[in-house]
């Protein structure tokens, strides 16, 4: 088991920055894949973002691609979400996930074993 605990969501303006954490425990931290995902209301839950156990390879949505960064410090069992430059097309609830690393390299969310209890980013314009 992995626990997941997400924190630095909050309102913002347009244009504005925030960045994302998630907490892991419970397992060997650099054994997972981790993601970031978000669902808005109405919509379906989408990734935004994947990051491989060792932080080589990261895999970013077209929407957020250039001002997103996914980032993780396994010494801290943590990854991050670098969010610039807001827009309220971002507002969403913003969920971690982790996959185990061995196997393959997704960004489906379906593909995701843990998650966290998502934390909420509102973008006001």
């Known amino acids: 088991q992995v626990q997941l605990v997400e924190s630095g969501g909050g309102l913002v303006q347009a244009g504005d920055s925030l960045r994302l954490s998630c907490a892991a425990s419970?397992?060997?931290?650099?054994?997972?894949?981790m993601g970031w995902f978000r669902q808005a209301p109405g919509k379906e839950r989408e990734s935004v973002a994947a990051?491989?156990?060792?932080?080589?390879?990261?895999n970013y949505s077209d929407s957020v691609k250039g001002r997103f960064t996914i980032s993780r410090d396994n010494a801290k069992n943590t990854v991050y979400l670098e969010m610039n430059s807001l827009t309220p097309e971002d507002t969403a609830v913003y969920y971690c996930?982790?996959?185990?690393?061995?196997?393959?390299?997704?960004?489906?969310?379906?593909?995701?074993?843990?998650w966290g209890q998502g934390t909420q980013v509102t973008v006001s314009s």
């Open positions: 996930a982790a996959r185990a690393a061995y196997r393959v390299f997704t960004t489906a969310w379906r593909e995701y074993d843990y």
């Open positions: 419970g397992r060997i931290f650099s054994g997972y894949a």
């Open positions: 990051i491989s156990w060792s932080g080589a390879r990261t």
